[in-house]
């Protein structure tokens, strides 16, 4: 499964149109306008909600959980080491995944025990951030785009993201 996730450039609550590998919307993510708890919640195309982002406090790097509606959660977290790599571990019912990119060329492996999950590749020059997000294990495509959205909030922590301080 292919999709594309775009971020709204004229958007004050850090949204995101996510479109199927044919171009049609598949599902928006929204963040909510002064908000507190700094979250955001992506819905399907009937506006049903399937996921929850939410930025977790109190911890030494940056975390945000992600709520599916049935309860289940995944915690995505920067890693502390290597510094000169984007790294994150995701924490997940199913077990732990592996996330490793190089900042240089944009791109970046979702793995679980070495098996590949998912590919994503950031737009070089985009207007506002674009990622093309291929997913290997489709019952996981929600909270894998999701975990994009988290990876590129982190990546803008101390801007205008729901990371940044409140």
């Known amino acids: 499964m292919k999709f594309r996730i775009e971020q709204k450039i004229l958007s ?24 507190i708890s700094s979250s955001q919640t992506m819905y399907d195309l009937a506006k049903r909600e399937v996921l929850k982002i939410k930025r977790k406090y109190l911890t030494i790097l940056p975390a945000c959980r992600l709520v599916a509606p049935s309860g289940d959660e995944w915690l995505v977290r920067k890693k502390f080491w290597p510094f000169w790599r984007a790294a994150f571990s995701v924490q997940t019912p199913q077990g732990t995944l592996e996330i490793d990119g190089n900042l240089w060329q944009r791109e970046y492996r979702i793995t679980q025990n070495d098996q590949l999950l998912a590919r994503v590749s950031k737009a070089w020059f985009s207007w506002s951030d674009s990622y093309g997000v291929e997913i290997y294990r489709p019952e996981w495509a929600v909270p894998l785009l999701g975990t994009v959205i988290v990876i590129d909030r982190i990546q803008h922590a101390g801007t205008n993201s729901v990371l940044s301080d409140d």
């Open 12 to 35: 004050l609550t850090d949204s995101f149109d996510i479109d199927d590998e044919n171009g049609r919307l598949a599902f928006t993510v929204k963040g909510k306008f002064f908000s």
